[in-house]
């Protein structure tokens, strides 16, 4: 996991014909929408729905177009590929308003200045598989490989809604010739983490996960954190979930579970066994 920014810059470059089919603007309603799903004949790519909806009488992704347009050509034959199968993440223009009041106008507008990072952090919103509501629900704890090579977003699913890392899922399934699109409440940004930093960002996290994940590598031999924190490791992890290890308290009954967690050289065991 690296890190990257983003750039914005309208250009009202009209290199994409805009499709006759209707299509799903964003929306904001507290839990996912789910959109019918259509057959891909004759829809329009996810190109053009972000064109549609940017012109739209009120209009949605009009800072997503910007980006694309003054990304590198790649991220725009990528979403107007109508060979690809591709999921977008897309971000609402209120998206990109939150980030701009969190950085600051002027750190705002140098992010987006910078085409390399624009062009990296577009392309960590967008996994190489197309992959509707159901199938994104069914990822639920795992980490997914985006088109920025070498970060993973992680996908959760609490309380009936979905989180891409912490960025919440509003509108589901809008259905492109060459993929679909989820809309999302917050701009994802990569950053450079160790497995040891996600671990603890996710636990600290609002909503929180992997807290007794946490917990339990604080309390085995410091080799087990060394190893997660070390950035020169190549690792994979299974990461059990809080629900995972509440399973395993009701399973084993608290009392043998709390003398678990208090055992060090066999939570360390455990642990270990749980990276590759």
Same mark, same amino acid.
């Given at each position: 996991m690296k890190s990257r920014s983003l750039l914005i810059a309208l250009c009202t470059l009209l290199l994409l014909m805009l499709p006759a089919?209707?299509?799903l603007a964003a929306s904001s309603d507290a839990n996912p929408t789910v959109a019918a799903s259509t057959s891909t004949d004759d829809l329009p790519t996810i190109a053009e729905i972000v064109v549609e909806q940017a012109s739209a009488d009120e *209009?949605?992704?009009t800072?997503?177009?910007a980006a694309v347009q003054a990304a590198d050509p790649l991220v725009l034959n990528t979403l107007s590929d109508e060979t690809a199968d591709v999921t977008v993440f897309a971000p609402t223009d209120a998206a990109f308003e939150a980030l701009k009041t969190e950085l600051g106008e002027t750190a705002f507008n140098d992010l987006l200045?910078?085409?390399?990072?624009l062009t990296n952090i577009l392309l960590y919103h967008v996994l190489g598989e197309s992959l509707e509501a159901s199938e994104v629900i069914g990822r639920d704890g795992e980490f997914v490989e985006t088109l920025y090579a070498g970060f993973d977003v992680v996908i959760r699913v609490i309380d009936g809604d979905v989180f891409i890392n912490d960025s919440k899922v509003v509108t589901t399934d809008i259905?492109?010739?060459?993929?679909?699109?989820?809309?999302?409440?917050?701009v994802l940004q *990569?950053?450079?983490q160790t497995i040891a930093d996600v671990v603890v960002a996710n636990a600290t996290g609002d909503p929180a996960e992997f807290t007794t994940l946490l917990a339990a590598v604080q309390a085995a031999d410091p080799l087990v954190l060394n190893t997660l924190a070390d950035p020169d490791q190549e690792l994979t992890v299974f990461a059990p979930t809080d629900a995972a290890f509440e399973a395993l308290k009701t399973?084993?009954?608290?009392t043998a579970f709390n003398d678990l967690l208090a055992d060090q050289p066999a939570l360390?065991?455990?642990?270990?066994?749980h990276v590759i």
């Open positions: 089919t209707s299509v *209009p949605e992704f800072t997503l177009l200045a910078n085409q390399p990072a259905q492109a010739s060459n993929g679909v699109i989820h809309v999302i409440d917050t *990569p950053v450079d399973e084993l009954g608290e360390t065991n455990i642990l270990l066994y």
